[in-house]
Each structure stands twice: as C-alpha cells, then as structure tokens.
C-alpha cells in the first residue's frame, strides 16, 4: 500500500513580504498544471462553495491575461486579475495579479508556482510577493477572498461559546 | 530544487497546531473566558473549577506555552490575562486566507481524481501502461 499522502497546506511567511505555502497533491505534474491552469478545468474547483465564478479568462502565454471573476450570492462581485510573466508547463508559473471588489482594489503583487513531481505527487509550492508588509498582511488577515465577516466578529461568537 | 529542501528545513514548527491544541480543552477554553474579562490571579482563576492549585497551573503553562495567555514575573502573585494577538491571530488564520486556499485544494483534490481516472481511461500510450503495471506490482508486494 501506498504511503498516505499528506495534504495539510502549509502557510509561512519567509519574509516580510512575502506569504509561501505548500501542498502535496495525489497527481503527477502535468494534471495538477494544467487544473490551476486551463479555464476549463479552474471552473471545477477554484472559488468558494457558495459562489459563482461568472468569468473565467485565462490567456496562458507570457503577456497574456487571466480574469476569474466571483459573485457572492448576494450579487456582490470580486475580481482577481493579472498578467503571466513566465510560463514554464508543467514546473513553474510566474504571474502578477491584484484583486478588487466594490471600494476596494488591491496593489499589484508577483505570485510564484512551482511544481515538483516525485512518485506521482506533486508538491505545489506558491510564493506570492507583494510591494509592503501592510499589503501582505492585509492578504493574509483580511478574509477579502471569501467574503466571510470581518473577524472580529467571529472572535466574538468565539468567546461567547467559550464561557 | 534546492530552494525548496532549504526552506523546508528551516520551517518553523507550527505555531497554530500549539494554539489549537491548547484550545481544545474545554477547561482551557473557560480559563480563557475568564481572563477575557480582565487580569486575575491564579487563586482567583481556580476559584469557580473543581481543581487542585497545581492542575489549574498545569493549563496556565499549556496555555502559556501556546502565546494564548501572558503572565506576571512577580514569583508569587502571577496574574494572568489574555494576550488578544495571539486569538486574533488564530480567528485570521481560519477566516481568510487558509479557509480559502484549504477549501479550494479540497476540491482540487476530487476534481483530479477525476482527471486521473479519465487520463487512465482515454490514454493508455505504453509508457504510462508500463507505469502503471510496474506501479501495481510494487503495490502488490
């Protein structure tokens, strides 16, 4: 029997500016490429459960662009959008991208995705490098992506179930 | 590759699975609250548990040990009170940028099953039937 493959997602922050994290698929290279990488593919998986994912643009060339856009299920639209700068199929993918929602628009930052391949597992490692610490703490804290309540609010539900 | 052996050797170990685990102790948990309210001594914080002074100590220093607490120097009064970094820290984590990307290769990992099992099926080239028999007898030993 195969060795269990563990698939915990591993966040660091090597840097002041940067967030890394790393996840071991059960998949060879080229699948686990072309699934982050082909609009067709992206529309199975990428988003949140109760989203809409309306738009789903990718230009896979250096140069080209990529747009997925989300709608919550109140209406509200999130955008995140970028340009490729490498694109090495199926080892590593480099592209610039910011998000934006009504009354707010990200900074651009560089997002870095390498792919290793050992025994049929890949390990996907992304870096994404932005220009200030606040804008990279602001990504990391945020919840932006989601949607979800601003934490403090859940840090309070948190507390009430506590006592 | 070597960036990538390298930054692994030197990761930290986790941090949250401390805090988590300092969590998921309902006794722990009612520490918390408590100390939510304001600043108190140990005396004080064993006061409301069935507990011995030594065992409300023992979940101080978990608690402390997870960054979810801080405590006093003084060597026999210690106050005890929360140290909201730490819970904020936590309450991100979950919220934002980990539920999302965890949520995500969730379904990524379903969704390449499925691309798997449909490579398997339209593209048997040699190769990959030579990889795979010699995959299957490896799993048969």
Not at chain 1, 61 to 70: D, E, I, N, P, Q
Not at chain 2, 25 to 35: E, H, K, Q, S, V
Not at chain 2, 40 to 63: N, R
């Amino acid at each position: 029997m195969d060795a269990k493959v563990n698939k915990t997602l591993t966040i660091t922050t090597p840097s002041d500016l940067e967030i890394a994290m790393t996840r071991v698929f059960d998949a060879p290279c080229h699948l686990v490429f072309d699934a982050m990488t082909q609009p067709q593919h992206v529309r199975r998986w990428f988003g949140c459960a109760e989203f809409d994912l309306p738009v789903c643009e990718i230009d896979l060339r250096v140069g080209g662009a990529f747009r997925f856009v989300m709608r919550n299920p109140d209406g509200v639209e999130s955008t995140l959008q970028g340009v490729y700068r490498e694109v090495a199929r199926p080892q590593r993918v480099v592209f610039t991208e910011r998000f934006s929602m009504p009354g707010f628009t990200s900074d651009e930052y560089q997002v870095t995705s390498t792919f290793t391949e050992l025994g049929g597992r890949t390990t996907l490692t992304t870096t994404i490098l932005h220009k200030t610490r606040e804008n990279r703490d602001g990504h990391l804290h945020s919840g932006i992506e989601t949607g979800v309540a601003p934490a403090y609010d859940r840090l309070a539900e948190v507390v009430a179930t506590m006592a | 590759m070597s960036y990538l052996t390298d930054w692994l050797s030197t990761m930290p170990s986790d941090p949250l699975s401390t805090t988590f685990a300092a969590l998921a102790d309902p006794t722990r948990r009612a520490i918390l609250a408590r100390l939510a309210l304001g600043e108190t001594s140990v005396t004080e914080l064993a006061e409301p548990f069935a507990m011995s002074l030594p065992a409300i100590s023992k979940h101080l220093k978990v608690l402390e040990h997870a960054g979810l607490i801080l405590r006093g120097r003084e060597a026999q009064w210690r106050p005890c009170r929360i140290a909201p970094v730490s819970l904020r820290e936590v309450d991100g984590w979950l919220g934002g940028f980990r539920r999302f990307w965890d949520e995500n290769f969730g379904r990524l990992d379903d969704y390449l099953e499925e691309l798997k099992a449909k490579e398997a099926a339209t593209a048997p080239a040699k190769r990959k039937v030579r990889a795979r028999e010699k995959q299957r007898g490896r799993k048969s030993e």
